[in-house]
């Protein structure tokens, strides 16, 4: 499988490489933030794919699902 490292945060890199042929698109680092402001950006271009996103804890759990996320996995249910 293809893994790719760069900004997540800029949907024009994401395009480059490929974000529409994606099957699912998996966010799993700290930086909340910056996945608040991508996932409506995605979700706008691609209503349909899967986006997972991995959290410390269930704390904003309801924010990344409203801002687009299809599953919120937090650290804690993975143990």
Do not use: C, M, W
């Not at 994401?14 to 933030?33: M, T, W």
């Not at 997972?52 to 996320?69: C, E, M, N």
């Amino acid at each position: 499988h293809t893994v790719i490292y760069g900004d997540s945060g800029n949907l024009s890199l994401l395009k480059s490489i490929g974000l529409e042929k994606a099957r699912a698109l998996i966010f799993s680092f700290v930086d909340g933030h910056t996945v608040l402001n991508i996932l409506p950006q995605i979700r706008l271009e691609l209503p349909h794919l899967p986006i997972l996103v991995r959290t410390i804890d269930d704390s904003q759990l309801t924010l990344y699902q409203k801002a687009g996320a299809t599953e919120v996995v937090p650290e804690t249910l993975e143990a």
